[in-house]
Structure formats: C-alpha cells, structure tokens
T-cell receptor, first 115, second 117 residues
Framework: AQSVTQLGSHVSVSEGALVLLRCNYS??????LFWYVQYPNQGLQLLLK??????LVKGINGFEAEFKKSETSFHLTKPSAHMSDAAEYFC?????????????FGIGTKLQVIP | EPEVTQTPSHQVTQMGQEVILRCVPI?????FYWYRQILGQKVEFLVS????????KSEIFDDQFSVERPDGSNFTLKIRSTKLEDSAMYFC???????????????FGPGTRLTVL
C-alpha cells in the first residue's frame, strides 16, 4: 500500500525566510505525488503535482517540490515566506496506473509565518 | 474559476439519525469522490464513483454509507444510522475525466463538518 509521511506537524518560519515542508513516500513503483493546501474554513487546493515528468515541479504561489527517487522524498519549498502562506499543507500520493484512483494523504503540516 | 460546492457547511445530528451530505461537482466532471477527516487525523478516502457506480471503496465505507447522483448533478453521501465516530469533516472531490494533461486532477470542495451527538 502507498503512504506518505510528513515530518513535523507544525512548522514556524519568519516572514521572508525559506519554507521547507518535508514529505517522504512509500511505494513499490514511482507514484503520482501531490501537495495540497488548506486555508482556514476552506477546501483542499492543489498546489502542485508530480506525474513522472520533470522531477522539479513548480506550483502556484511560488511553491515548488522536487521528486527524489533515491531519497523517496517530495519536499515542498518556497524561497521567501509570506504571511498569506500560513495554512495547513498536505502531501499526498496516488497510483500512477490511472489518475482517477484514490489519493492517500499525509497527516498535514501547519505552517505558521511569524512577522 | 469553477469550484466544487458542498452543503451544508455544518450538520449536527443525533446518533442513529440519517444524514445526507450534498456536493455539486464542477460542470462536466465525471469522476466523484468522498473523503473524510476526523479531527486531528489524516484525510481518508471513502469512495470513488464513475458512470453511476462505485469504482472503489475503502473499508470505512460499510453498509451504513451509500452514494448516488439522484438528479444527474448533485452527488450525495448518505449515512443511514450515524454513530459518534462518524463525526468528521467530509470532503467531496471531482475530476474531469478523459485524456489529456490534468484531466485526472481531483478538485476538492470546502467540506461539511458533521457532528454526531
């Protein structure tokens, strides 16, 4: 079964600092990988998606993630945090054998941005 | 930008009562999903639905749960006899379907918070 592990349920960064949210996946074959963001009282919004094309994936709001097979990682980064980035971030995985299959989520990481 | 909507945003019910959670998919989307998130836990897959039938379901989705598209637009999740442990945020998601880049991306609604007393 596929799974993802997010390291750190809470991460605090200063405004303007690098954002690094960690995610490691477990899968017998390269999967599809996702990062979703959830702002307070809102649904899950797709930030970016890896589907076995380029290993460096750029998403919305200046976020990007790099797929590293050797490390089974898909960490999310942003060079400079903004106050509006405060939200909960979910790493997720699904089989690459067909994009309509279920998505399996990590526990989530709450990002706090300190002024 | 089109979005998935869900009603109600918050539902409070007594244990043993039936609840129906509603989702309006993005127009032309063909794949539908329900997920739930118990407070403090992971978002969990419940069921996927395509062409008017269930494609896949998790072990959580037992006989107390059912899904349907009664009028070809709304996508509903029914819980026949709610239990305390059904209290959670329920998310609907939809995907366009077909070939092409991005057609399998799942778009999530804002969720319905179900509280069972």
């Amino acid at each position: 079964a596929q799974s993802v592990t997010q390291l750190g349920s809470h991460v605090s960064v200063s405004e303007g600092a690098l954002v690094l949210l960690r995610c490691n996946y477990s899968s017998s074959v390269p999967p599809y990988l996702f990062w979703y963001v959830q702002y307070p009282n809102q649904g899950l919004q797709l930030l970016l998606k890896y589907t076995s094309a380029a290993t460096l994936v750029k998403g919305i709001n200046g976020f990007e993630a790099e797929f590293k097979k050797s490390e089974t990682s898909f960490h999310l980064t942003k060079p400079s945090a903004h106050m509006s980035d405060a939200a909960e971030y979910f790493c997720a995985v699904s089989p690459n054998s067909g994009g309509y299959q279920k998505v399996t989520f990590g526990i989530g990481t709450k990002l706090q941005v300190i002024p | 930008e089109p979005e998935v909507t869900q009603t109600p945003s918050h539902q409070v019910t007594q244990m043993g009562q039936e609840v129906i959670l509603r989702c309006v998919p993005i127009s032309n989307h063909l794949y539908f999903y329900w997920y739930r998130q118990i407070l403090g836990q992971k978002v969990e897959f419940l069921v996927s639905f395509y062409n008017n039938e269930i494609s896949e379901k998790s072990e959580i989705f037992d006989d107390q749960f059912s899904v349907e598209r009664p009028d070809g637009s709304n996508f509903t999740l029914k819980i026949r006899s709610t239990k305390l442990e059904d209290s959670a945020m329920y998310f609907c998601a939809t995907a366009l379907g077909g070939q092409g880049l991005g057609t399998d991306t799942q778009y999530f609604g804002p969720g319905t918070r179900l509280t069972v007393l």
